[in-house]
């Protein structure tokens, strides 16, 4: 079974909160890794092949963790990245047999739980690993940003996040030429989330 909370500051009580997944075993650990924080690695290794040529800016979130990595090493990107790939999973593995809990998002993210600062106000437990989505997903909700990170050039193409997820478009692009382009998107986004909304199983 895999096992997941969601979390909220104990400050705000009217805070929805967010999902995070709590492995029981170092087997969960890595398919954690595999599944979810693997589509990231992917997406970073794509935005890295896409930009060779024209030497734009990191687009995801991977890529830009293993171009600061590489401005210092002067080893090859890809060494870069298959050792930041393994750090990040030694990590993951060591703070589990450390603390014997870890909180890991729907994507990259790993959060560090405290009982002073945060509440758990839901657990799920289900037959697969496969994050809790709520009905009602509100376009007044979306965040759209562009890149904008120090020592690069500013970012042409416009993200969209809705709480701690990236919104995808129908053929499952991440990134958009236009805010207008990525608001169709989100508006996509959203309605499918909630009419495809699901709980994971309690079973």
């Not at 954690?32 to 060779?52: C, M, R, T, W, Y």
């Not at 958009?176 to 989100?186: D, G, I, L, P, S």
Request: aromatic fraction near 16%.
């Amino acid at each position: 079974m895999y096992k997941f909370v969601k979390i909220r500051p104990k400050n705000k009580q009217n805070a929805n909160g967010f999902w995070y997944f709590v492995p029981n075993s170092i087997e969960q650990v890595q398919e954690h890794f595999n599944k979810i924080f693997g589509q990231e690695i992917s997406a970073g290794v794509k935005d890295k092949i896409g930009s060779i040529e024209k030497n734009k800016h990191p687009e995801t979130a991977w890529r830009y963790a293993v171009d600061i990595t590489n401005r210092f090493s002067g080893n090859p990107w890809v060494v870069d990245a298959v050792n930041l790939e393994n750090a990040v999973l030694h990590n993951r593995i060591n703070d589990f047999l450390k603390y014997g809990e870890i909180y890991l998002a729907d994507g990259v993210q790993q959060f560090m739980y405290r009982e002073d600062m945060f509440e758990i106000i839901e657990t799920v437990e289900s037959k697969m690993l496969s994050y809790p989505r709520e009905a009602q997903f509100h376009l007044e909700e979306v965040r759209y940003m562009q890149w904008d990170v120090p020592g690069f050039p500013k970012g042409e193409h416009w993200y969209a996040k809705i709480g701690n997820l990236d919104v995808r478009d129908k053929e499952g692009n991440m990134k958009w030429n236009t805010k207008a382009e990525a608001e169709n998107a989100a508006a996509w986004f959203c309605q499918e989330l909630n009419y495809k909304t699901y709980f994971v199983s309690k079973d």
